[in-house]
């Protein structure tokens, strides 16, 4: 029996670099096809090549295929992966140096802010073009999101198209490892609920095995170890009562002050990632026409053995095909209620559970007013940037800029806007 087939769009990506040594970590997934799509055919061979070699290094019986062509890479797939992105890093470098040069005060402008809604103008698009050849070719797919912004991606695909789309980030797979210290737990003790949109989570409970409400506990122990509050962390939890959760500075990129606790990033440590998938590439080149995978070069370890962020994207993949039911400790899903004071077509970030039937949001109820109030602010102009760049709308591109926290007026949007397309016109979408 032939295994499921998972299609990724963005072969070339890092996911494509990691896919097969990921999914040959779950023998659930023995003899899965998979489909790579691209639209550079020269990278995809090289792609394609090194695959293969992982596959044989496993011995894991995947089939491996893959192209530009969409119809052949839709047909019968069951999981579509969408890990595209409109050069990601060099977009976002020169947007946040425009909203610096106007003025703007955020810690990375990656997810939230203008990088936010940069990268939505770019890839909601794309995402939508291809879920219409998607509701042809295999309306019954689940959409696996990693293209950034994910809650945006779901918006969009989930307001624009007919298939089920769920965002996907390996933070919150990490959640209980950074408070084991906190609550003097193992990892496997206790279980939270998270709630909110993607890295800007709240942790509304946190339960021992034994049932035990464990909060009290874990608020006495943070303000001992912090009790001066000096934490961005622990001053959240003062005023709205929850702790926040997300790793790094992400949880600051979604306040307008939040540089405040972790500093303007000028960016050129996460471009300088750019580098690294040069090396990578030459590595991969070197393997493929070698047809070697030189087990012990740091790409190859990369290639063969997986990698976290492609992991978590594999990990539903693996429960829905087991039918295990596992629970996901946070995904993005179209809220329909899962949220009831926010709206219902609001891409919020939920514990679920995954089966045979798919992906099945947690309900959560009603979150403290603060917090929902918090969100809305997020809402607002996430709902913009996505209705702004599916119409093409530059006045929906304006609003979606001036109301969002970190832009202070109305002309510094459309100046940031202007400038953006001065320089990077070529590679966006025209706005009317």
Known sequence: MAGPKITLVGGCSGAGVTLAGTVAQHPELRGARLHYLDIDESRLQTV??????????????????????????????????????????????????VALKHGVQQVEGLDYGT???????????????????????????????RTSPPSRMVMAVSLYSNMKAVGL???????????????????DEFEVQLAGLNHCWWIMKMTARDGRDLYPEFRRNVLTKDPHRTSLETQLMDVFGYYPYVSGPHMSESLAW?????????????????????????DME???????????????????????SSEMAIKPVTHMVANSGERIPAVD??????????????????????????????????????????????????????????????????????????????????????????WHGDQLPTLE
């Open 169 to 187: 980030c390996h933070n919150p797979w990490e959640v209980n490892l950074t408070l084991t210290d906190k609550l003097n737990m193992k990892v």
């Open 258 to 282: 939040g540089w405040r606790y972790h500093g303007m990033h000028t960016g050129e440590e996460r471009l300088a990632k750019v580098d690294l998938r040069k090396q990578e590439w030459e």
């Open 333 to 422: 899903l179209k809220n329909d209620g899962f949220i009831t004071n926010l709206p219902d077509d609001a891409a919020v970030g939920i514990p679920a559970i995954a089966d045979k039937s798919g992906i099945h949001g947690e309900t959560i109820g009603e979150l403290p007013s603060g917090i929902a109030s918090l969100i809305q602010l997020q809402y607002g102009t996430q709902r913009l940037s996505v209705e702004a760049a599916i119409t093409r709308s530059r006045k929906l591109a304006i609003q979606a800029l001036t109301l969002d926290p970190h832009v202070r007026d109305m002309e510094t949007a459309r100046r940031i806007l202007d400038d953006i397309y001065a």
């Open 48 to 97: 394609l090549d090194v695959a293969r070699l992982v596959n044989d290094h496993h011995n894991f019986d995947l089939v491996i295929t893959g192209g530009s062509e969409r119809r052949e890479a839709l047909e019968e797939t069951d999981f579509l992966f969408f890990s595209f992105a409109v050069d990601r890093l060099q977009l976002w470098y020169d947007m946040l140096h």
């Open 115 to 145: 990088g936010g809604f940069l990268a939505t103008l770019c890839n909601a698009p794309i995402a939508i073009d291809i879920c219409a050849d998607a509701e042809k070719y295999c309306p019954n797919a689940i959409v696996l999101i």
């Open 286 to 308: 070197r393997m493929a026409a070698a047809s070697n995978l030189d087990v012990g070069n740091e790409t190859t370890q990369k290639c063969v053995g997986g990698h976290p």
